[in-house]
């Protein structure tokens, strides 16, 4: 049975551009979503697609980027508040891990110096109290010999612990929602597999809701409730983790699905999606997967609209829609068993 789905966060029209000396930059263009209160959702989809630029816009941290479109939290558009309001939220309530732990540690600071700023900022806690609570965190995050590690710089400590370290950081103020942008890229496999089992494990004891970026399905196929597939700056699929994997409507996905190795799965040969990304300074109109894809109609060269085929389950493609409205082809319910 499903629960209550409380909104905590709802994007709708968020488009992010840059202006460029080539021309102005879809990065995010027209994106609409929301997370529920305790989900996980994950974000996939090939390089450049606007996974980062979509979470860094819900931070407001995209430099140069303009935003526009609602991020609603709380009841309030995030994109109208004063930075100084914004500020708060970061690191509060919304948190964000990145790929590269040195871009939000300071290499001048010791971890505990960090830590504990972080925790005075947001929390009414003295200088005694905050270093109490460091420590703890540290602890939590599977650090050991906690005490000394708060007087480490950075560089003092391997990839693995400074991304221990970030996630404490992240965590320790309790977010009501994390944002993880590729967390465990750049780590080797069995420090990737500890740390998605870290921020597994403080999710479920928190509750906080998991935003998680990655191009690696199998990292979404174990850590998240739902999926949406991004294609040049925009939505193409969202849908159950289970549904997505099962039954994928938009060409894009399937295409996605057919270029990653299954363990479980006898499949000889990977399929690289044929074909090459439009630029991001000049997307055709309707689909922009439409050169590449094999289902092609003249239909998807116009306005596209995002609908709902199964519960939960949507897709902007045109092939997929028409089938599914014929009640035929291969994404008909009665033929998935
Ligand atoms: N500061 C910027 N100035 C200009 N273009 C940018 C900027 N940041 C991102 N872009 C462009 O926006 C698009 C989306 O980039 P984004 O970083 O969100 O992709 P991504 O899906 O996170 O890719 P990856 O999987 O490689 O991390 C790309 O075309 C990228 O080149
Ligand atoms: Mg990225």
New binding site residues.
């Given amino acids: 049975m499903e629960g209550k789905k409380e909104k905590l966060l709802e994007v709708s029209g968020l488009s992010t551009f ?1 202006k ?1 000396d080539d021309g102005t ?1 879809r ?1 995010v263009d027209g994106v609409s979503f929301s997370v529920n209160r305790g989900e996980s959702l994950g974000i996939v ?10 979470s860094l816009s819900i931070m407001r941290l ?4 303009i935003i526009s479109g609602r991020v609603i939290y709380q009841g309030k558009d995030l994109l109208k508040l004063s930075e100084k309001k914004m500020q708060d939220i970061r690191g509060d309530k919304i948190t964000m891990i990145f790929q590269d732990p040195m871009t939000s540690l300071d290499p001048v600071y010791t971890i505990g110096f960090q830590l504990r700023e972080s925790i005075m900022r947001h929390k009414k806690l003295d200088k005694a109290a905050a270093n109490e609570l460091a420590e703890k965190m540290l602890v939590h995050v599977g650090i050991s010999n906690a005490k000394a590690r708060l007087k480490a710089y950075p560089h003092q400590l391997s990839g693995g612990m400074r991304q221990r370290v970030m996630i404490a950081m992240a965590l320790v103020c309790e977010p009501e929602l994390l944002i993880a942008d ?1 967390p465990t890229t750049a780590l080797d496999v069995t420090i990737q597999a500890q740390i998605l089992e870290l921020i597994q494990k403080l999710k479920k004891e928190s509750g906080m809701a998991l935003l998680l ?1 990655t ?1 690696d399905l199998g990292v979404i196929a174990e850590m998240c409730d739902r999926v949406m597939v ?1 294609y040049c ?1 925009q939505i193409v699929e969202v849908a159950p983790v289970k549904e997505l994997f099962k039954i994928p409507f938009h060409e894009y996905t399937k295409a996605l699905l057919r270029s990653i190795p299954y363990i479980d799965k006898d499949v000889k040969r990977l399929q690289a999606i044929p074909g090459s990304v439009p630029p ?1 300074t000049n997307f055709p109109e309707g689909c922009r997967f439409y050169e590449r894809c094999d289902a092609r109609q003249e239909r998807c060269r116009q306005t596209l609209t995002m609908k709902e085929l199964e519960h939960g389950h949507f897709t902007t493609c045109v092939a997929a829609q028409e089938k599914y409205m014929r009640g035929g082809g291969e994404n008909s319910r009665d033929k998935r068993q």
């Fill in positions: 840059f460029t930059v990065a989809g090939e390089s450049g697609s606007g996974k980062s630029v979509t995209t430099g140069g980027g590729e970026i191009h991004m700056g991001a």
